[in-house]
């Protein structure tokens, strides 16, 4: 695959994941079916800023990594994808703990409806609860979220340069005049200032006008 086409599929892929992390931020992880100090029942939808509270913060950490990746050099872009490596990582653990165990990841939420603080306490109201993919989701994003990092460690340095848009040097005539004011003349009497200055013709140095000629020694009319 062509160095460009390298990165720009790179930077799409990461962009992608990021988009995907956020999204499952926003969905439920976890359904619990539990009771209410009252005797009743109540079911409780634990979304994935809550049971992974760092989740959308990682997401949009993301999208901001590979906008920079868009721009930045060969040697600040090996920084970039072990950064993405630690983002990666850090979705992992946080979808594997949600995971593992669902319930307690679900407790903030299950406190909110119920009242019922404390772990112990939570889990005892608990009657059944049930994890969606998203979890999963978000932890088959965290892996290719390493993966990609390290493509961009290991193949960063055949991308081609980003385009400068601005000159950092000015380039200036040398023969333009550096006086607004000479400048100014220059054109009112339909001379270009930039223009190079020309060698004098032979016999420049006689003067054009004839009546001063005439007054020079020597010379007759």
Known sequence: MPARRLKLVTILLGLA???????ASTQTWVAVRASTPEGGTIDVAAAGGVAAPALSALSLAGLALFGAITIAGRAFRVVLGVLEMVLGGCVILSSALSIG?????ASS???????????????RLVLSHTVTPWPWVALVGGVLGVLLGLAVIVTSGSWPESAKRY???RIVDENAPT????????LS????PTAPAEASPEGAGESLDPEADDRR???TR
Do not use: C, M
């Open 217 to 219: 020694p020597g010379r």
């Open 179 to 186: 006086d607004p004011v000479a400048a100014w003349d220059t």
């Open 167 to 169: 000159q950092s040097v």
């Open 101 to 105: 165990d669902p319930v307690s990841a």
């Open 109 to 123: 939420a299950l406190t909110k409806a119920t009242g019922v603080s404390g772990d112990a306490s939570v889990q």
């Open 17 to 23: 994941l990021a988009a995907v992390g956020f999204l």
């Open 189 to 192: 009497v339909g001379a270009d």
